[in-house]
């Protein structure tokens, strides 16, 4: 969310590294995806859910993506998965080039 001065934070991308390619032969989770929300209050209220493919089985090369997440001052996020499969891995989350604004 903010820096130390309170700045928006703006937010081109966020990846998160996770397992992937983890998806079920066939069925509900086939083509499983992660939903991601964030919420500007610091988890109070959050925003429009936004999605990013999680693979298919033995897609193992699949990067776990959201691109124009947002900005806020207090930031924080909610990822689900929904679909059946297991494990669901996180590794970690990176906010690429997320910039701080000057007001």
Do not use: C, H
Not at 1 to 17: H, K, R
Not at 37 to 57: H, L, V, Y
Not at 71 to 93: E, H, N, Q
């Amino acid at each position: 969310g903010a820096d130390a001065e309170g700045a928006m934070v703006f937010y081109p991308s966020l990846q998160i590294d996770m397992a992937v390619g983890i998806g079920l032969a066939d069925g509900q989770g086939e083509d499983p995806r992660a939903m991601l929300q964030m919420s500007r209050d610091n988890g109070f209220t959050w925003g429009a859910e936004i999605f990013a493919d999680i693979g298919r089985i033995g897609t193992y090369s699949t990067r776990v993506i959201w691109r124009r997440v947002g900005s806020a001052r207090d930031a924080v996020f909610k990822l689900v998965v929904s679909d059946p499969v297991y494990p669901v891995t996180l590794l970690r989350a990176m906010a690429r080039d997320a910039v701080r604004g000057t007001s």
